[in-house]
């Protein structure tokens, strides 16, 4: 077998190469040429494939390690007889984990607690009910929509977007990016759902950019509070988009280790089925457990977002991100583009803090119960406080 790999991908290398060779190329550098004697190959959302990558190629299976599948075109893999896999929600707990970190960012800032809001999830997938979990633990109201779940489940757990728009105090979306079918949702908000907002609701992104029109965001001013990860048009992103945004991160929500294992290794077994090749078995790193692994707290005197940011910015620092995209849409308007790749190339993957013991010192429940949401482990009673 041959292989071709995005070079950013980790651990494919070693798990590829008991079974052929393995050619790793920047994802920039993966063209028809580079595929002219592979069988399968790897990619993130950098690479479009379709018709124009793979037309006359021997590739007879592809793996995206990524959630999203809008940048292969499967109809016509479809077509080809050519398998395909994805990895969807092996990234949802770092997502989840971004999304914890930049509500709390942005309502601290504003003094207003997150307990007690109305909560607008739109898509209840792999993350969607990780987002409910965590915002129904911390004290919010969760309001739910999700078309196809909704016609699959029943509408009554469900409301149509029209009906939930006008009551969120926040919104946040979860949905794939399509342009067509049952449920599109490319400009799903546009201009007409951002007038249902109330003004001051929180817009939350972290799906994909052109889900939100990014015109009508910046017409509709600073009647919405736009907290961003994901952009229309990247890596040219609009500097006018970020300035708007109370926060935003250069795409980089999904971007634990424990997510990128775990997609690594869900298409390296749809790459041994697909292939008839006999799996290895176990990833082949040891991601060993997060550090720290035990977080003690002070909570007097501190608000439940800043308790939240002390559990959290240890494992991901929402704030540094967001400071570095500013720096990146500051740049000369040939450069942005560059940088904001390298950015994403260069960041160090954080890791989860799945197992975490925490001990909040007095105990906060309603805090302790949403961290627990995110993979932190809550002791009982009071410890003393070793680390603030």
Not at 344 to 368: K, Q, S
């Amino acid at each position: 077998m041959r292989f071709v790999v995005d070079a950013e991908i980790p651990f494919a290398a070693a798990l590829l190469a008991p079974h052929g060779e393995v050619s790793t190329l920047p994802g920039r550098e993966i063209d028809r040429a580079a595929l002219a004697a592979a069988d399968a190959l790897w990619v993130r959302t950098t690479v479009r494939v379709d018709a124009a990558l793979l037309a006359g190629t021997p590739v007879r299976f592809v793996g995206t390690v990524t959630s999203g599948t809008d940048h292969l075109d499967t109809a016509w893999l479809d077509a080809q007889g050519i398998a395909w896999a994805a990895a969807p929600g092996a990234n949802a707990g770092a997502v989840a984990l971004w999304w914890a970190a930049a509500v709390a960012t942005v309502a601290r800032r504003e003094g207003r607690p997150l307990a007690g809001r109305r909560v607008g999830v739109v898509g209840v997938g792999h993350v969607g009910r990780r987002v409910e979990a965590f915002a129904r633990a911390l004290g919010c109201e969760v309001l739910r929509c999700d078309p196809p779940r909704a016609r699959a489940e029943g509408t009554r757990d469900f409301l149509p977007l029209a009906e939930l728009l006008p009551r969120a105090e926040l919104l946040t979306l979860h949905v794939p990016l399509a342009r067509g079918g049952a449920d599109p949702t490319w400009h799903l908000v546009g201009a007409p759902a951002l007038a249902a907002l109330a003004p001051g609701t929180l817009l939350v992104n972290s799906a994909r950019g052109a889900v939100v029109d990014s015109a009508a965001l910046l017409a509709a001013g600073d009647r919405i509070i736009p907290v961003l990860d994901v952009f229309e048009g990247e890596p040219e992103v609009a500097p006018a988009v970020v300035a708007a945004a109370a926060l935003a991160t250069p795409h980089l929500a999904g971007h634990s280790l424990d997510g990128k294992a775990a997609a690594v290794r869900r298409i390296y077994e749809a790459t041994c089925a697909a292939c008839g090749l006999a799996s290895a078995g176990a990833l082949a790193a040891d991601l060993g457990p997060p550090a720290p692994s035990r977080l003690a707290i002070a909570t007097a005197g501190r608000s439940d977002e800043e308790v939240l940011l002390a559990a959290l910015t240890p494992f991901y620092d929402v704030a540094a991100d967001d400071a570095a995209l500013r720096r990146i849409v500051a740049l000369p308007p040939g450069e942005r583009g560059r940088e904001f790749e390298r950015h994403r190339t260069a960041a160090t993957a954080h890791r989860e803090p799945r197992g975490v013991e925490l001990h909040l010192d007095p105990p906060r429940p309603r805090v302790a119960a949403a961290l627990a949401t995110l993979g932190l482990r809550p002791a009982t009673g009071t410890a003393a406080v070793q680390r603030e």
